[in-house]
């Protein structure tokens, strides 16, 4: 069988070819984005949608409960009750992704995503050629091990190695069985959304899903950095957030 | 770098909106809440410089301000991290120690010499905010 393929009929096919791998060629990511939480007169195409409900098993519900219900009360009276991120210890998959007003930036290649957050500069690394490995093989961690796929245009992320002392998302518990599944998606070229599913089949009667809106930030954005080196605020011996003041 | 401030404007009024109506998933404020800060009461502070810290997870004034009998006492002020002060004009070096400044702080609600800012008033007489501000409300449209 002959082999050789003249230029000219490469020439004539190389247009087909093109085509054939834009049209199955993942969207480009990449990119600083802003979150975004839509407001009144939004577009509903672009807000994300309303949370579902959290919930827990009885036996975690119940301290859960009491937790809320303690912070409310501090609250009333003007404190915060002690909390990881006042410690200035990272908020972890998947609470990084949402916090305030600070963005995220998305680096894409063929090979990994990585996700990092301007609050806390925290970076998710996401595998794309390679498979997930089971739980009991993953060290506990802020962010776990993640490993992705495309599903037609949507980047699907599966997270494991959340050490249960890691913040839950609205201050869940969680067990080393959690599984964080990110379901990342351009809605238009300026807005992405990402459809996050917390599957605990220890802490959680059902999994939660909710899902964060991002809007593209200018071109001209450059993140910042945040190195948590000056945190003046600390925890007294009744458990409440003090700001340390100086003298001079 | 205008379209980004007004981008970032909107984000904080909807996360503030947000915030108000206790509805989001996800945590508002990055490092703590504002709850020692009675954000009800404004106090207009002016004095001289010890300090600007650029620093996370907050920047800080520090600032000796003397009384009407010239008695002077030292104040804390919190601000945002520098991403966000740099969404409403701030930069690392906006201020310097031994420079003269007038503040808007809200208190601490423990009476102690430590609040939150509000906006400053340069010694060029620049107004700078603590991160983005609300935007006015659009105009009723005519019928």
Not at chain 1, 14 to 33: F, H, R
Not at chain 1, 175 to 180: A, G, K, Y
Not at chain 1, 215 to 244: I, S, T
Request: a neutral charge; proline letters at 9%; charged letters at 20%.
């Amino acid at each position: 069988m002959n082999l050789k393929i003249s230029t000219a009929t490469l020439l004539a096919f190389a247009p087909a070819i093109l085509n054939a791998q834009s049209a199955s060629a993942p969207p480009d990511l990449t990119g600083v984005w802003g979150i975004y939480r839509g407001g009144p007169g939004s577009d509903p195409k672009f807000r994300p949608p309303a949370p579902g409900p959290l919930v827990l098993k009885p036996e975690y519900d119940k301290p859960y409960q009491e937790r809320r219900a303690k912070e409310s009360a501090a609250a009333q009276r003007g404190e915060q009750l002690d909390n990881t991120s006042a410690r200035c210890i990272p908020y972890g998959v998947p609470t990084m992704m949402a916090i305030a007003i600070y963005p995220i930036e998305i680096i894409q290649n063929p090979k990994q995503v990585t996700i990092i957050s301007e609050a806390f500069s925290e970076v998710r690394r996401v595998y794309l050629d390679r498979p997930q490995w089971k739980i009991e093989d993953v060290a506990p961690g802020y962010y776990g091990r993640s490993v992705g796929h495309w599903e037609g245009d949507t980047l699907v992320v599966d997270t494991v190695g959340i050490k249960p002392t890691v913040s839950g998302y609205r201050g869940m518990p969680h067990s080393p069985q959690m599984r964080v599944t990110d379901r990342i998606r351009l809605i238009s070229s300026e807005i992405l959304h990402d459809q996050i599913t917390i599957d605990d089949p220890v802490v959680l009667e059902k999994p939660v899903v909710y899902t964060v809106a991002f809007k593209k930030m200018p071109a001209d954005y450059e993140m910042v950095e945040f190195v948590c080196d000056n945190n003046r605020e600390y925890v007294d011996e009744n458990g409440v957030v003090r700001l340390k003041l100086h003298d001079k | 770098m205008k379209s980004l401030h007004a981008f970032r404007t909107k984000l904080c009024s909807v996360a503030m909106l947000a915030a108000a109506v206790f509805a989001i998933a996800t945590p508002v404020w990055a490092h703590h809440s504002f709850t020692m800060f009675d954000m009800t009461k404004r106090l207009t502070l002016t004095g001289s410089i010890t300090s600007f810290e650029w620093t996370n997870p907050h920047a800080y004034i520090e600032i000796d301000v003397p009384d009407e009998k010239g008695a002077v006492k030292h104040w804390s002020i919190e601000m945002g991290s520098p991403s966000i002060l740099m969404q409403s004009g701030w930069k690392f070096n906006s201020i310097h120690a031994g420079d003269k400044l007038t503040i808007i702080i809200n208190p601490m609600k423990s009476g102690q010499n430590g609040g939150f800012l509000s906006q400053a008033t340069l010694p060029d007489g620049k107004v700078l905010f603590n991160g983005p501000r609300q935007e006015p409300p659009p105009a009723p449209t005519q019928k």
